[in-house]
């Protein structure tokens, strides 16, 4: 299922072969932490159309003939199949129309009241949910690392925070797209006071982004 907006959005990125994140610091910075030796596990959420932040992870994995491997996740069928094509040239490169979570959690509206009042992020969140309950859960396929090397979140409006709480635990970079809007307010606010992260880097390009470490 499509939002109108996203879809005349996705279909004019697809034309001129841009993504959402492109040839600016963060992609520069996605691109340095995916040819690093040392990070051998990469998760990224919301591949969209493949050309933007899971183009510079590729671009970062060039020169690598390790065991690394990406795992990108997008729960929209048909915006997974398009940048799924993408990448067929490399084994190690998983674009999957899978997700994290798919059941509304019971302190949703608490969370996100806007989704109850406003009507457009009320139809956001419908469309994601739809899409959601398609999708098999990521989290139960076998022979998953325990933990992530570097996980990139940027999925939807009132879904990453939940993306969040479920993998914060299980990586040791993270990566967040959108820190300066709802999508990543509450985030952003529980890793600047939970001593057993280390933001960085923050940077106000676009909506924002964040790079954090997992120290403790």
Known sequence: MWELNDKQNYKQHVQYNLGQINNDEFSKDIEKY????????????????????????????????????????????EKCADAAKLYTDNDKIHILNEVIWNEEPDNFYQIFPQCLSNEMYKHWNEVDIINMKKCSLFLNNINLPNIFDVILLDGGEFTTYYEFQLLKNRCKILMLDDVNVDKCKLIVQELYTDPSWKIIKQINIRNGYLIAEKIL
């Open 34 to 77: 995916a040819a690093d030796l040392k990070f051998k596990t990469f998760l990224e959420i919301g591949t969209w159309n493949g050309l933007g932040s899971t183009r510079a992870f590729s671009k970062g994995f060039k020169n690598r003939n390790d065991d690394y491997v990406f795992y990108s996740l997008e729960c929209n069928k």
